[in-house]
Nanobody, 125 residues
């Protein structure tokens, strides 16, 4: 089992920044591609960003391109999501997730086997 624990969420004004962290334990972190998802009330869970096992390939949803940056530190077993220029529509519970396999990045919820408990991000206008 791979355990994932998110931290860094909170309340921020529009235009502000937050950095989410996701610490992994239990298995070899560098064996997993990672992703950040979010889910707002009444909406489906959506991919925000994904990163390959080595960190050299990343994918972003159109809604966050140019504002969010995903990164990972395999020595620290941690993946990050730097969120800048936050908007009220970014308000959601943010989840990190891990996917095994041979692809570089994964974009579908069903491709991820392990999930964190979620971290609330609230952006006020």
């Amino acid at each position: 089992q791979l355990q994932l624990v998110e931290s860094g969420g909170g309340l921020v004004q529009a235009g502000g920044s937050l950095r989410l962290s996701c610490a992994a334990s239990g298995r070899t972190f560098s064996s997993y591609a990672m992703g950040w998802f979010r889910q707002a009330p009444g909406k489906v869970r959506e991919l925000v960003a994904a990163i390959s096992r080595s960190g050299d390939n990343a994918y972003y949803a159109d809604s966050v391109k140019g504002r969010f940056t995903i990164s990972r530190d395999n020595a620290k077993n941690t993946v990050y999501l730097q969120m800048n220029s936050l908007k009220p529509e970014d308000t959601a519970v943010y989840y990190c997730a891990a996917a095994a396999g041979y692809a570089s990045v994964y974009v579908r919820v069903a491709e991820y086997a392990y999930w964190g408990q979620g971290s609330q991000v609230t952006v006020s206008s």
